[in-house]
């Protein structure tokens, strides 16, 4: 009875087994949607990825840079007098720019001056200074004359005396000689005239450039001839 019982139970247990293998061996219908792709690591675009910038042109310059002409001022010229009309005369005199510096009396400190230099050749000098910067220089006021001392870039002092007997000092021939031989060392020239008095102590100070003074006496002088 026993072995009955067992070989009913395999026979259930093989169609059992049979069954579940028919199930698995079912094929399911293939999709017909596309498969997605992954792509390829370089032709992903990453969205905060820095944009391509061509390189710009080269900006190397010529070797042949151009340079300007350096403009070289003349601090002096030839000019001429002029009269009580204010037209020129015949008679010719290196002038200069107008120079600004400053003087001081028993009334003022340091003031703004105005100083401009006439000199005829080698052999008459004459100045004007023009206190405040006014349009009237400074007349006759004492009888002593004035003192100037002249001292170039290197240290080289020169002490000349002039007289004011109308609107400007002048300067003799040996001194005029003595300050353009200065002049022609193309040298910056800081300049103190004082006068020579025991009750006025006006003071003026200025710096001149003799930057173009050799061409100014050389073109006098041919002129003279």
Known sequence: MKKLLLLAFAIVLIIVVLMIN?????????????????????????????????EPASTKTSSSTYTPPVKTENYWNVTHYT??????????VIRSVDYYGKFSNSATQDSRLRVIFFIEGETSMSIKLFE?????????????????????????DLVIRGENYSDRINFGRRDTKKFTSLLKKNSILKIYIAEISQYSRSSYQVTINPSGFKEALIEYKSKEK
């Open 22 to 54: 028919e199930e698995n061996q079912k094929v399911k219908p293939i999709s017909s949607t596309p498969v997605s792709v992954p792509a390829k690591a370089e032709d992903v675009h990453v969205k905060n990825s820095p944009l391509i910038v061509p």
């Open 83 to 92: 009269d009580e009309f204010g037209e020129e005369t015949k008679q010719k």
């Open 132 to 156: 405040y910067d006014n349009t009237n220089p400074v007349k006759h006021c004492t009888e002593d004359g004035y003192r100037m001392k002249v001292r170039n870039s290197t240290g080289e």
